[in-house]
C-alpha cells in the first residue's frame, strides 16, 4: 500500500507550489469540469502509481533548492553604523549647600573685643553697616532691634522676617503682632517693659534657618546688647534662639518648662511666634511658658 501525506506534508507541498502526487494540480482542483471524465479503457493506467510520501518531500526539496540556486543573488544592504546617541540634556540641578560645607570664617578677636565696648549708639551703627557674612549683601535694612532698652525683659527671636527686613523694625509681621498679643496677656508692652531682639541682624534669603556662620558672626553684636541691656529675664523664642544662647543642641521640648541660665540670667524657652501661626493649638502651651516666666521675675523681686 502507497504512503500516504500527512495534513502537515500536504501544507508543505502546497506552500511550495508543487504538486501533491495523487491530488489533482491547483488550478485543475479550483476550475469547474466542462464535462465529465472519460471512462478509462481497460488494460490502459490512468495514472501513474503515487509514490512513496518519504520519497515525494525529497524530490520536492531539490527542486525547491534548485529553484533558489538559479536566482540571481540578493544583494544585501550594508548594515548603517549608527553614530552613539549624544547624552540626554538634563537640567543642572545645584545640590543643597549644608551648614557644614561653608567655610566657617576664623573669629577676628580684634572684631569682637571691639564690639565687646561699644555703646548702644556706636553698635546700632556697626550693625547697620555690616558685612561680616554674605546675608549682608542680600538684605535689605538690618534689623537692630525694636523695645525699651531700659526694660527688664528682654525677648530674642531667630531672625527678621520678610517685614521687618523691609521696614528694619523687628517684629512687624503677623508674628510680631502674635507677640504683642502675648505681651500684653503677660501685663507687658514692648514701649514700656520689653525690649526685643533677633540671632541674626539680618534675614536669610527665603526665611531659611541661620548658618552657622552666620550665627557665629553675628553672636558678638547680641552679646553686646545684653551687656547693655542688663534685662531681669531673658525669653528665647524658638529653637534657634535657645540653642544660640545656650551654646547646646538640646531639643526645644525638654527645654520648656525649666529654668535655663545665660551669664547669670534666667532664660526661659518658649515657640516662636511663626511656629504658633502655623500650629494655633500649641498656643496654650506657650501660656504655660510665660507664666512660668511671670513666676520666675516675682522671684526676683
Known amino acids: 500500500m502507497p ?49 512513496p510520501a518519504s520519497a515525494a518531500m525529497s524530490s520536492a526539496r531539490r527542486e525547491v533548492g534548485s529553484a533558489t540556486a538559479a536566482l540571481p ?10 553614530s552613539p546617541a549624544p547624552p540626554l ?12 560645607q561653608i567655610s566657617t570664617p576664623v573669629a577676628d578677636p580684634q572684631r569682637i573685643t571691639r564690639i565687646a565696648t561699644l555703646d548702644w549708639r556706636a553698635l546700632n551703627n556697626m550693625v547697620n553697616t555690616c558685612q561680616a557674612c554674605p546675608l549682608g ?17 528682654l525677648f530674642v527671636g531667630e531672625a527678621p522676617g520678610a517685614e521687618e527686613d523691609r521696614r528694619g523694625e523687628a517684629f512687624v509681621g503677623r508674628g510680631g503682632q502674635l507677640l504683642d498679643n502675648m505681651l500684653r496677656a503677660m501685663g507687658l508692652s514692648r514701649e514700656k517693659d520689653v525690649y526685643i531682639a533677633n540671632i541674626l541682624k539680618c534675614r536669610p534669603p527665603n526665611n531659611r534657618d541661620p ?39 538640646t531639643p526645644l521640648s ?9 551669664q547669670g540670667i534666667p532664660l526661659i524657652v518658649t515657640y516662636h511666634p511663626a511656629y504658633l501661626l502655623r500650629n494655633p493649638i500649641d498656643k496654650r502651651k506657650v501660656w504655660e511658658d510665660l507664666k512660668w516666666a ?8
Open 254 to 262: 525638654q527645654l520648656r518648662g525649666t529654668t535655663q541660665q545665660y
Open 89 to 100: 540634556k538634563t537640567e543642572a540641578r545645584q545640590a543643597p549647600v549644608l551648614a557644614t
Open 137 to 153: 549683601e542680600t538684605r535689605k535694612h538690618a534689623v537692630f532691634g525694636a523695645g525699651n532698652p531700659r526694660g527688664s525683659w
Open 3 to 51: 504512503d500516504t501525506f500527512t495534513d502537515e506534508q500536504r501544507q508543505f507541498l502546497q506552500l511550495l507550489r508543487l504538486p501533491v502526487p495523487g491530488d489533482p494540480p491547483p488550478e485543475m482542483a479550483q476550475a469547474k469540469p466542462l464535462v465529465d471524465a472519460p471512462t478509462a479503457l481497460p488494460n490502459r493506467p490512468i495514472s501513474a502509481p503515487a509514490q
Open 294 to 301: 511671670l513666676g520666675v521675675f516675682a522671684e526676683l523681686q
Open 211 to 249: 548658618l552657622g556662620p552666620e550665627v557665629q558672626a553675628c553672636m558678638p553684636y547680641l552679646q553686646r546688647q545684653i551687656a547693655l541691656l542688663q534685662p531681669r529675664v531673658i525669653v528665647a523664642l524658638g529653637r534657634f534662639a535657645a540653642q544660640g544662647l545656650l551654646q547646646m543642641g
Open 73 to 82: 543573488p540578493a544583494e544585501v544592504a550594508p548594515t548603517p553604523v549608527r
